[in-house]
T-cell receptor, first 114, second 110 residues
């Protein structure tokens, strides 16, 4: 089984709809992240959480919200989807031990907002 | 803030050596990582440099020069399966957050 899973893998929605993307991990990591990927722009950080009670905005948090339901679960919501939120969304986890920051990514959710 | 620059595309032939460069402008720079992403797949960790010099992992090596704010990923004995996008990512010492470059698409030709 995959260590980091995301649901759904693909989603088509309409402008104005609320949607939730879910992420679960079995790695036992405290840190979880949500990124968005657009062609040529790499990965941009939306929100991150260092533990269940810690939520932080990333580079591009406007229009998004998150919920850390448990150590293993981190959900991303688009309260009112708009077409420029069409992108590939990745969840990631990391272990803060040591000096090296290695992140482990889920398979991604491809979102299309019409 | 942090920004990282890398070429958008590189093409090389099977069996050759290719170098993908990354320059960064950061505050509180801690280390440079490299990730590989195949089309339709998730990024996967390749290499990390916190100190100046070369780190070798099989056919892949990564280099860092902190004084030049520069690093590169070196891929040797290229194989068709190496065709992918490669991202450099800088971590900072304020929580080890990662900032990613825009990615370099490597095409390996026969």
């Amino acid at each position: 089984d995959a260590d980091v899973t995301q649901t759904p893998r693909n989603r088509i929605t309409k402008t104005g709809k609320r949607i939730m993307l879910e992420c679960s991990q079995t790695k036992g990591h405290d840190r979880m992240y949500w990124y968005r990927q657009d062609p040529g722009l790499g990965l941009r950080l939306i929100y991150y959480s260092f533990d269940v009670k810690d939520i932080n905005k990333g580079e591009i948090s406007d229009g998004y919200s998150v919920s850390r339901q448990a150590q293993a679960k981190f959900s991303l919501s688009l309260e009112s989807a708009i077409p420029n939120q069409t992108a590939l969304y990745f969840c990631a986890t990391s272990d803060p031990q040591g000096i090296q920051e290695t992140q482990y990514f889920g398979p991604g959710t491809r979102l299309l907002v019409l | 803030g942090q920004s990282l620059e890398q070429p958008s595309e590189v093409t090389a032939v099977e069996g050759a050596i290719v170098q993908i460069n990354c320059t960064y402008q950061t505050s509180g720079f801690y280390g440079l990582s490299w990730y590989q992403q195949h089309d339709g797949g998730a990024p996967t960790f390749l290499s990390y440099n916190a100190l100046d010099g070369l780190e070798e992992t099989g056919r892949f090596s990564s280099f860092l020069s902190r004084s030049d704010s520069y690093g590169y990923l070196l891929l040797q004995e290229l194989q068709m399966k190496d065709s992918a996008s490669y991202f450099c990512a800088a971590s900072n010492n304020a929580g080890n957050m990662l900032t990613f470059g825009g990615g370099t698409r490597l095409m390996v030709k026969p």
